[in-house]
């Protein structure tokens, strides 16, 4: 049969369209993707978060395999290729990977499986119950982080569903026994799998969107954390009866060691996270609290001081972002009424900055105590190494700010953590790391709603907004002629 005229310039039309690409011997340009059907999307998400929520993923004792098996099976049957790797058969770790051009190093997402215990007694629904009420989702690992993971995981089959051009390798790690376990999960997956999950920027936990009174104020991205250690106090003394009081009391030498270095603060030392941090919070704060923020950046100043102690007793998360930080939070002495010991002990929570010296910083905690009786020690802890802080020049960053802003509408504020997560192992490795989250209320902290509270939950809405927060950011730095 031959072809009809209008079929003739069919044909012309789509040669003239592929001639410039055939003459240069160049495959045609991707073509962008379509924009997800995001109503779809939430109540997918909805479903896998739900099923997630309702594994007892409790650490300890620890058993992430059926939430590991879970997302394999979803992403596997999506045709993304997926690896389990395991310390302990029933605490996997999980490893996604769509592949790009290798244009640009890979971009990891990282966040884990497990969850803190919890008292059933103390919630209003059952805590593995994923109850929907009144716009939140009900459940243990609902902010920490099972958000995370929920989202992406829906990041993943989005790219893979759009088809989305990569010029990196894109990786997901749902890790095992962030909760107190490392050695099973992002230790071992480090020592062991490191070239599975190396990249160039990681998107991980730590990091939110604070909103007060329903409204969002600011964005934080943790791009540096401290360092935990353990301080150990020692006194020692002649044991006797309780009926003679003793000048050698080793339990009266380490009361008074406690309460010295309990209320001693370490001078306050700004880094490029803080120094941002507070600057950028004074351009958003009233007045008032704004001349605060602002004078702890001149560090040595009589203004500075006196905003120190106020924060230190109104913000006391604040106060311990401007330096090292000790806090008394064990003590053993005794054993009967009547007889005085000849030791008593003392654990100290120590947060060191990244930069801290710790034997300088151990030597100095002796002088303040300045008790000869005592003795200061490093105690056991999982240290982990110093690291330098995330880049906030970088296109990792420059991303992230730039969906707070299309997503959210307001300011980006880079933070060092107080706690401690596991990027730092990533962090001493050269990974550039940013920790982020959903959406959470202030308010819900004090009403025993946060992450690790007697209760725990997160709204619907913020959910699904993380999740196309999370989407564009990936998208912005992984697609094919995305950012350099």
Known sequence: MRPSPRDLVAVSLVLAALAPSLLLGQARPAPMP???DWASVERETMQHFQALLRMDTSDP???ELPAASYLKDVLEKDGIPVQLFALQPNRPNVVARLKGTGRQRPLLMMAHTDVVNVDPAKWTFPPFSATRDGGYVYGRGSVDDKDNVTSSLMVMLLLKRLNVPL????????????????????????????????AEYCLAEAGNIERVGGKVRYATVQTLEKIPRAIQLTARGVAGHGSIPLKTNPVVHLSRAIATIGTWRAPIRLNGTTQTYFDRLAGISPPEDAARYRAVLATNSPAAASADEYLFEHEPRHSSMLRSSIAPVMVQAGYRVNVIPSEAKATLDVRTLPDEDPAAFLETVRRVINDTTVDVT???????????????????????????????????????GTGATDMAYLRARGVQCYGIGPA????????????????????ESELHRFVRFNFDVVVTLAKAGGNR
């Open 378 to 416: 490093y105690g056991q802890r999982d240290v982990r190494s110093p690291t330098p802080n995330a880049r906030l020049d970088s296109d990792g960053f420059k991303a992230v700010e730039a969906a707070v802003t299309r997503h959210y509408q307001t300011v980006t504020l880079p933070t060092m």
């Open 440 to 459: 959470i209320d202030v308010e819900d902290g004090p009403k025993g709603f946060g992450a690790h509270s007697d209760q725990e939950r997160i709204l």
């Open 167 to 198: 010029d990196r390798d894109v990786i997901f790690l749902a890790e095992a026994g962030e909760e107190g376990s490392s050695g099973v999960g992002i230790q071992f997956m480090v020592k062991e799998h490191f070239p599975e999950i190396d």
């Open 61 to 63: 004792p620890g058993n």
């Open 34 to 36: 379509a924009s997800p």
